[in-house]
C-alpha cells in the first residue's frame, strides 16, 4: 500500500509535457493500493490558484478538471492530517531539523507512518532523512500484491 506524493501525482497531470504514460498506467492499474494526503490536495489546489493568479487560466481550467477527476477516483482514498498524524508530525519534525525539509513534506511522511503505507515521491532528498519507507517510482515500479 502506498500514499502518493504531490510530485508523483502530478507527474501525470495534462499540463506536464513530458507525462509518464508508463506511470499513468500503473497508477491506473495499482488504484486500489494507493491512498493521497488532504495535504497534496492543497498543494494542488495551492498550484491551480497560481496559474489563475499568473493569468494561465486555460491551464488552471484544465488543471481544475483534471483534480476533481482524481478527487473522485480517490474519494474514499484521502487521508486526512488530523491529531494521531500531527504527533507522529511531531517525531518527524525533529529528524528533519538539520536538513532542508518543508512542512508538506513532513506531513506527507507522518501520513504514510500512521497508516503504515510507503511513500511514492520522486524527492528522494527530502523523504529519506524522515525515516520512512519511500519508493521512487519513476526509477522503478514498484511491485503490486498479487491478488
Known amino acids: 500500500m502506498f500514499l502518493v506524493d504531490t510530485n508523483i501525482i502530478s507527474a501525470i ?15 491506473d492499474r495499482a488504484g486500489p493500493h494507493l491512498f493521497l494526503s488532504a495535504i497534496t490536495a492543497a498543494e494542488i489546489t495551492g498550484g491551480i490558484v497560481k496559474a489563475e493568479r499568473e493569468g494561465a487560466t486555460t ?4 488543471l481544475r478538471d483534471w483534480w476533481q477527476a482524481i478527487e473522485h477516483l480517490y474519494a474514499d482514498r484521502f487521508l486526512v492530517f488530523d491529531v494521531t498524524v500531527a ?13 532542508d525539509v518543508g512542512f508538506e513534506d513532513i506531513a506527507i511522511a507522518a501520513t504514510a507512518e500512521t497508516h503504515g503505507l510507503t511513500v511514492l515521491t520522486a524527492n528522494e532528498r527530502h ?4 525515516g520512512v519507507a519511500f519508493v521512487n517510482p519513476l ?3 514498484p511491485s503490486l500484491p498479487v491478488p
Open 13 to 27: 497531470a495534462p499540463s506536464k509535457r513530458d507525462r509518464s504514460e508508463r506511470l499513468a498506467a500503473w497508477l
Open 59 to 62: 491551464k488552471a481550467a484544465t
Open 87 to 99: 504527533h507522529v508530525a511531531g517525531r518527524i519534525l525533529d529528524r528533519a531539523r538539520a536538513v
Open 127 to 130: 523523504f529519506e532523512p524522515l
Open 139 to 141: 526509477k522503478a515500479l
